[in-house]
């Protein structure tokens, strides 16, 4: 029975989850050969081992040929002339990808719930019918392989069971497409709805440490909210880090852990 343990003593992103994940047993090379079976091009992969505050982990990071990352969202205007189609994908577009992609089953069916909880809470927050949700072409391509990614990694790991740490997030306000956001952002803010997901803030970071791809990912895959398992054995551990600058180490731990026989 192998566990894995999410300490998220600084939050959680859709890299910092790959970073950890990576920094633990998988095979860099073996890990792109896998996510290339997504089929899309525009983007390359990016890992190397670094440091911050001298402990060392993975850097994950997407990327892209064109244009910025992260936009996230963009609402659909009807009338507005600032929206070409090409600039924005629907859900069901983002699906489509995923289901022509030669990927696993539990890798496309786990991605697609992920995209399916953080529509349904933009929608929700931008009071919009899910169809009318878009992502930005660009932020769209930069989720898929996050989120793709994330999965293709905990598919190589063998996992049975996901357990975390209640979650800690900054607070504060934060600068996003809309203008400035309080922390937690709104659309995290509504993923938590009836879910059990215990989250911590803390007040000397003034910055979002969970994304809503990082509470996506631990609303589809964490069983059980705990602190570190006492009955098993350790088989490694890894570091994944953010790319936000804090006054402390920005990385997601994970832990491997294998049951005492």
């Known amino acids: ?13 859709g890299d910092m989850f790959i970073g950890a994940l990576l920094d633990l047993v998988i095979d860099k090379q073996a890990f792109i050969d896998k996510l290339s079976n997504l089929n899309v091009s525009g983007y390359s992969i990016d890992i190397k081992k670094v440091a911050q505050s001298s402990i060392y982990g993975m850097d994950f990071d997407v990327v892209l040929e064109h244009g910025q990352k992260d936009m996230g969202f963009v609402e659909h205007h009807h009338g507005s002339h600032h929206h070409h189609h090409h600039d924005a994908r629907h859900l069901s577009e983002v699906n489509q990808i995923i289901d022509d992609s030669s990927l696993s089953d539990y890798v496309k069916s786990n991605a697609k719930k992920v995209f399916m909880y953080i529509a349904e809470a933009e929608a929700k927050v931008h009071n919009l019918p899910i169809e009318e949700v878009h992502f930005h072409e660009v932020g769209a391509l930069d989720s898929i392989i996050d989120i793709v990614g994330a999965f293709v990694a905990l598919e190589m790991l063998n996992i049975d069971k996901v357990v975390a740490s209640p979650l800690t997030d900054g607070s504060g306000f934060i600068k996003v497409a809309h203008g400035m956001m309080p922390v937690p952002v709104p659309a995290v803010m509504e993923m938590r709805v009836n879910s059990n997901i215990p989250i911590n803030q803390n007040t ?31 088989i490694k551990v890894g570091y994944g880090f953010g790319k936000r600058k804090t006054e402390q180490l920005n990385a997601l731990r994970a832990v491997l852990f294998e049951k005492k026989k």
Request: hydrophobic share 40%; glycine share 6%.
């Open 1 to 13: 029975m192998r566990t894995l343990y999410l300490d998220a003593f600084s939050g959680i992103s």
């Open 204 to 234: 000397d970071i003034k910055t979002e440490l969970i994304t809503p791809t990082g509470i996506g990912i631990v609303k589809t895959i964490v069983s059980d909210f705990a602190s570190i398992p006492s009955n098993q054995n350790i």
